[in-house]
Nanobody
């Protein structure tokens, strides 16, 4: 089993910044993908950014140039640095860890942290 604990959400004004953190513990494999997804009220959960243990990254088009994902493999922790936040970034942000058991990918999720961008 894997446990994910997020921190760093909150209320911020448009144009502001936040840094989200997610620490993973438990049965973590040396090769995995960690990432952030977000879900706004009434909408589906969408990928924001993800990063492999090797440092490869993928971003949603709407956050490119404003969000940066990074990780510390020694701490099993992933970070999401956000800048130039917009009201449309308001959502619950969920940490995700994905790792492979044989030929099957298994997803683990954190409980989510609320990010609200409002003046």
């Amino acid at each position: 089993q894997v446990q994910l604990v997020e921190s760093g959400g909150g209320l911020v004004q448009p144009g502001g910044s936040l840094r989200l953190s997610c620490a993973a513990s438990g049965d973590i494999f040396s090769i995995n993908i960690m990432g952030w997804y977000r879900q706004a009220p009434g909408k589906q959960r969408d990928l924001v950014a993800r990063i492999t243990t090797g440092g490869g990254t993928e971003y949603a088009g709407s956050v490119k140039g404003r969000f940066t994902i990074s990780r510390d493999n020694t701490k099993n922790t992933v970070y999401l640095q956000t800048i130039s936040l917009k009201p449309e970034d308001t959502a619950v942000y969920f940490c995700n860890l994905r790792q492979k058991y044989g030929s099957t990918w298994i997803d683990y999720w954190g409980q989510g942290t609320q990010v609200t961008v409002s003046s």
